[in-house]
């Protein structure tokens, strides 16, 4: 059986390659799924990926794969700091997820260091620009794996 990976985009996200290319880089998000795709073969594990700029989007994505996900890498983007009910549907799952950010929140605006979504999460990794989701992967399957 193969793993299933979800990796979640959050709002505004499917704006990456155009959005403060100074912050984010030039890297669009279909070419992050493609990096994501290429390693996921690499590591024998199949990704279900999706972007939405509404969080009631990404808790039902969630919910609907509560029983056949073994782990999920998610970029909240702006629900970070306020996404209260993707917050309390991470921690009603029964698999890993990570965060995953681009940019190091912590040496932008005070605000973005605050994250709502850390507390419920195994992890967060961050700073790497679109290495930041590769990273992730890697540890996620690793984790998932040695269970």
């Not at 193969?2 to 070419?31: C, D, S, W």
């Not at 279900?48 to 969080?55: D, L, M």
């Not at 930041?132 to 540890?139: D, K, P, V």
Request: glycine share 8%; no cysteine.
């Amino acid at each position: 059986m193969t793993l299933k990976i979800l990796v979640l985009h959050g709002p505004n996200l499917n704006l990456f390659g155009r959005r403060e290319p100074q912050i984010y880089g030039t890297m669009t998000l279909a070419q992050i799924n493609e990096k994501l795709q290429t390693l996921a073969s690499e590591l024998k594990v199949e990704l279900a990926i999706f972007q939405s700029n509404h969080e009631g989007e990404l808790v039902d994505l969630f919910q609907k794969h509560m029983d056949d996900a073994a782990g999920a890498l998610l970029n909240p983007g702006g629900l970070t700091q306020y996404g209260v009910s993707l917050h309390d549907a991470i921690k009603a799952m029964p698999f890993p997820v990570i965060e995953v950010h681009m940019s190091n929140r912590h040496a932008r605006e005070e605000w973005r260091g605050h994250s709502i979504i850390s507390p419920a999460v195994k992890a967060t990794v961050e700073g790497l620009g679109w290495r930041s989701y590769t990273a992730a992967l890697r540890a996620l399957v690793e984790m998932v794996r040695e269970k």
